[in-house]
């Protein structure tokens, strides 16, 4: 029920009604599902004449400025990057291929519907960076297993894509029932986690996917014996698990990799590879840079203390890349998995960008901004790395070792 006319917001909303609103918006087939990217489809079309150029390739995704600067940035990232810097979108669709282009043409689309604004916006670019993280290692995997890439990448892409609804039917629930009461992100999560599966279904059938792609999303928390083709099941819920643990741990080893049992020795060594040319590819998406510092979350805070244990004060110059804009920080505590940094401006959350610690010995990761407050004439910035793999990752542990030691 609506509040009376001129209050500003309602009585909070109880989970059971929150509960009985989802699924009242699908009996009503009232949910609000994106429409499959238009430029895909014209993509997938001309690649299915196999008499097609480059030149024309080049052209049509050219007439879709976001998809035309993902491609670009994606080329020169780590994940397809091989000598110099392509400079040219037609260079960037050589190297890329065209069956790469159809692909990258679905994420493209589907990332500006992730990316828009609203109360869980934060959650949304969460659930957004999971997904690209997951078809990236979904598709490497499913190689390495005989398995059809580009299959594996939209079924990587898509099987919790119902968690980016089920975020949208929140907000348009609180919208509507001009709740503006704070939830911990852990609540949100859960109501998400409950009807995920059901309306990414609501989208398979929407958009007339095929069987393999309903399989992955109905059965990958499960058993995946019933599906058309099983083993892409066990790719798409490997690879879950890994993107899982990447929420939680900066760095992941070989070693730590082998604790997730569907993962073979030989495989544990390819994902922590991908790992390293992870944040990159899946920062040529993120498009422009979101808004901070405005109200209208629903999300309720959390403090400092959540995520710093044992912090080692530090001082000394981060520079940091959010899309492609530079912007100047200094550390102020460093911790195993995280890094408070001061500066001029907040950061937005759950966004990849990419770090210069400038310390005795600089290098560079990436991160994602967990929380920021007002602080000593700025805003202290609470960051946590996002695959710091390889070279970083030691890096990092000397930093941490040596922060410890003066």
């Not at 209050?7 to 989970?15: E, F, M, N, V, Y």
């Not at 979108?89 to 050589?94: E, H, P, S």
């Not at 109360?119 to 078809?135: E, I, M, N, T």
Request: net charge negative.
């Amino acid at each position: 029920m609506l509040a009376a006319q001129g209050d500003k917001s309602a009585p909070p909303l109880q989970t059971s009604e929150f509960d009985a609103a989802i699924v009242d918006l699908v009996s009503r087939d009232a949910i609000e599902i994106p429409p499959y990217p238009a430029v895909a489809l014209k993509v997938q079309a001309l690649v299915r004449r196999q008499d097609y150029g480059l030149d024309e390739l080049t052209r049509l995704v050219a007439s879709d400025q976001a998809l035309a600067a993902d491609a670009l940035r994606c080329a020169n990232s780590a994940f397809y990057s091989r000598g110099a810097p392509a400079q040219t979108l037609n260079a960037a669709i050589n190297r890329i291929g065209a069956s790469e282009v159809v692909r990258l043409a679905v994420a493209s689309g589907l990332g500006a519907h992730a990316r828009k604004g609203g109360p869980l916006a934060a959650l949304k670019r969460r659930v957004w960076l999971d997904a690209l993280a997951c078809a990236a290692l979904a598709q490497e995997l499913a190689r390495k297993r005989g398995l059809s890439a580009e299959e594996a990448f939209l079924c990587g892409l898509l099987h919790d894509f119902g968690k980016v609804i089920a975020i949208v039917c929140i907000e348009q629930i609180l919208q509507s029932r001009r709740d503006t009461s704070l939830r911990p992100v852990e609540e949100w999560m859960g109501l998400v986690e409950r009807f995920h599966v059901e309306l990414g279904l609501v989208l398979a059938t929407r958009w007339k996917l095929p069987a393999l792609v309903s399989d992955v999303i109905s059965l990958h928390h499960g058993e995946s014996s019933a599906a058309e083709l099983p083993a892409m099941v066990d790719v798409v819920a490997v690879t879950d698990e890994v993107v899982a643990l990447l929420a939680d741990e900066s760095w992941l080893s070989p070693e730590a990799l082998g604790a997730i049992s569907g993962l073979a020795a030989a495989e544990c060594e390819l994902v922590a590879r991908v790992l390293d040319r992870l944040p990159g590819f899946i920062a040529s998406f993120e498009g422009a840079a979101p808004l901070v510092g405005s109200a209208g979350s629903a999300v309720a805070e959390k403090r400092p203390e959540d995520f710093l244990s044992g912090p080692t004060p530090v001082s000394f110059p981060v520079q940091v890349v959010l899309h492609r804009e530079i912007r100047q920080y200094r550390a102020t505590k460093i911790a195993t998995g995280h890094l408070t940094v001061n500066g001029p401006s907040p950061l937005p959350e759950s966004v990849l960008m990419e770090l210069t610690l400038k310390t005795a010995a600089p290098f560079s990761c990436w991160a994602t901004a967990k929380l920021y407050w007002p602080e000593l004439g700025g805003y202290t910035v609470l960051l946590q790395p996002f695959a710091l793999n390889g070279e970083a990752a030691l890096a990092w542990r000397k930093l941490l070792q040596s922060s410890a030691a003066s």
